[in-house]
């Protein structure tokens, strides 16, 4: 029943962005955000969008696939742009009905925005989908590490660690249970709304109770193994930038700083 | 009830990188009022095939066909309204037990977490009531002692039998076990199969049981279904089974019994063929007694 479901959707095949460095990735597409959001002419949009493409086919991953990863959010796209159409009352009168109307400037401020949201969406799509989890709480807390006197970013990372660790152990969890009490006949997939709510009960509470019990198994096992935090701590995975993550990440700073000279010229 | 599969396949998350599949093109008849035992690795399939007869899952392919005795067939492929329901009708007189059945009680009440399945069937409130009462009496929970008390606060094995008398208060016709004994101590285990069989006999049960101790369930099988690698390997009576192994057709280790047996034949000490030792090899006993007039 949870078959549709992809979370940690991390697909294992070798491309060049599977290779690439996790650092660089993240980096990248901080980068990608902050352009995506300053970009204002037309060849910049045509820029961004060939990236689009020029990623999509480095990273070897199957559109129908693509597509199953992003669909969830893809509705957001849509409803922004239905809702900058129907809301933007600037230009020139398109189409009227009732108190519905359409503007030339609603739609060109939907195009834009929903377009923005889209490349956000599709690549952070494509970062989950080429990097493993393992690897990008890896990256995450190397980038942090210089505000380790501040936060304690190796906790922080442990802690997202184990949570998406645990996400398809929950996952196959919550399946059985839904097939267990769908055995007792309380099946979630039928019936009204608050019948649905009624059988969410049956499945929340063993999820909780299961789940504590796991955190207290895992946290003796770990002390068990002499875990203590993260002082003194080496990493048995070293994160190495080669010549490719170099020749990306120099790419996107140039990218950026022509966007900001545009920007502010 | 006889339930048929034909030429069912299973594949899970069909279409995307994960696809994988789980049963391929497997066709057996299980006949109706055995005590069935299910033996096969991890990842054989049985698990699907169960959850499959039990309508959890569909089939990709094929057809599973149930035959009660005052019914016709039903077919579960593409069906009409009427026969959706007949089907729905079937599935919810499957009683289902999962692994670790105690993983899944959630109400403040034993009684409460029996009544969860009847009352979602949709039985009356006093017909719940002596449901749950015969369930308890059944896998030997007191009503006075345990009724009000919180499942959460009983042992591992008392909480099993709670989840178990779950599944019997929804008056099942057909039973599936998954491995209901894990886990428990020897002692536990031993009560609990013979509870369970005692189910069987009374109720006129088509019972199918998933275990990886075939020394456990031995005594009580009729039939066997063997899985390998997604398909079945093997489906026959004990006699039949008996004989597989005589003639070492099969993988699955036999129990001690029989392998104490097997030997016994190749020394010498027993002159017959295991296959006409069905009798003798039902239970230690009758096979300590047969072997004191050897």
Redesign the interface.
């Known amino acids: 029943m949870l078959?549709q479901i992809?979370i940690g959707q991390y697909?294992a095949i070798d491309s060049f962005l599977h290779r690439l460095d996790p650092r660089t990735k993240l980096i990248a597409m901080f980068l990608i955000v902050v352009n995506i959001f300053i970009v204002a002419e037309t060849y910049q949009y045509l820029i961004i969008m060939s990236l689009v493409v020029l990623v999509f086919l480095l990273s070897k991953i199957?559109f129908?696939?693509l597509y199953?990863g992003m669909r969830p959010i893809l509705w957001f796209v849509y409803f922004t742009f239905f809702l900058h159409v129907l809301i933007n009352k600037d230009g020139e009168l398109l189409w009227q009905y009732g108190f519905l109307s359409v503007y030339s400037e609603g739609i060109i401020q939907g195009f834009i925005i929903s377009f923005r949201l889209f490349v956000l969406i599709f690549f952070s799509t494509i970062l989950t989908l080429t990097t493993a989890p393992m690897t990008l709480t890896q990256g995450i807390e190397e980038l942090l590490k210089p505000l380790r006197r501040l936060i304690p970013v190796h906790e922080i990372a442990l802690m997202l660690t184990i949570s998406i660790r645990f996400i398809p152990t929950i996952l196959r969890e919550t399946d059985?249970?839904i097939?267990?009490?769908?055995?007792?006949?309380?099946s979630i997939g039928q019936g009204s709304i608050l019948k649905r709510v009624k059988h969410v009960?049956?499945?929340v509470?063993?999820l909780l109770?299961?789940s504590f019990k796991r955190a207290e198994e895992l946290a003796i096992a770990m002390e068990a193994r002499g875990y203590r935090g993260s002082i003194g701590r080496t990493k048995y995975r070293q994160l190495t930038f080669n010549a490719f993550d170099q020749l990306v990440l120099l790419i996107m700073i140039l990218m950026t700083s022509l966007t900001m000279f545009v920007l502010f010229s | 009830m006889q339930i048929q599969f034909e030429n069912v396949s299973y594949t899970y998350m069909p279409g995307t990188p994960f696809e994988e599949v789980a049963l391929e093109n497997v066709s057996c008849t299980i006949p109706s009022g055995m005590f069935v035992t299910v033996l096969g690795k991890t990842g054989s399939g049985k698990t699907t095939a169960l959850q499959l007869i039990k309508g959890l899952l569909k089939p990709s392919r094929g057809r599973i066909i149930y035959t009660t005795s005052t019914e016709h067939a039903y077919k579960c492929d593409k069906q009409s309204k009427q026969e959706k329901q007949q089907l729905n009708a079937i599935w919810s007189s499957i009683g289902y037990l999962f692994q670790y059945p105690e993983h899944q009680l959630f109400e403040e009440t034993v009684e409460r977490d029996i009544s969860y399945g009847p009352r979602n069937l949709g039985v009356t409130e006093g017909a719940i009531k002596s449901n749950v009462l015969e369930a308890m009496e059944a896998v030997g929970l007191s009503y006075e002692q345990f009724a009000e008390r919180s499942p959460f606060a009983l042992s591992g094995g008392q909480m099993r039998r709670v989840a178990i008398a779950g599944v019997l208060a929804s008056k099942p016709q057909t039973m599936i076990l998954d491995e209901p004994m894990a886990g428990l101590d020897p002692i536990s285990k031993t009560k609990l199969i013979d509870m369970l069989y005692q189910q069987h006999l009374a109720n006129n049960w088509t019972t199918i049981c998933v275990s990886h101790h075939i020394d456990e369930i031995w005594q009580h099988t009729d039939h066997f279904l063997i899985f390998n690698n997604k398909r079945i390997e093997f489906i026959g009576s004990k006699q039949q089974i008996l004989q597989a192994w005589q003639q070492r057709q099969i993988d699955i280790e036999p129990p001690s019994i029989v392998k104490l047996a097997l030997l016994l034949i190749d020394k010498g000490i027993i002159k017959r063929p295991l296959t006409e030792l069905s009798n003798e090899l039902q239970s230690s006993e009758a096979f300590a007694r047969y072997l004191g007039g050897v």
């Open positions: 078959d992809l697909v199957g129908k696939h199953r059985k249970l097939k267990a009490q769908t055995a007792r006949g309380g009960i049956p499945l509470v063993p109770i299961i």
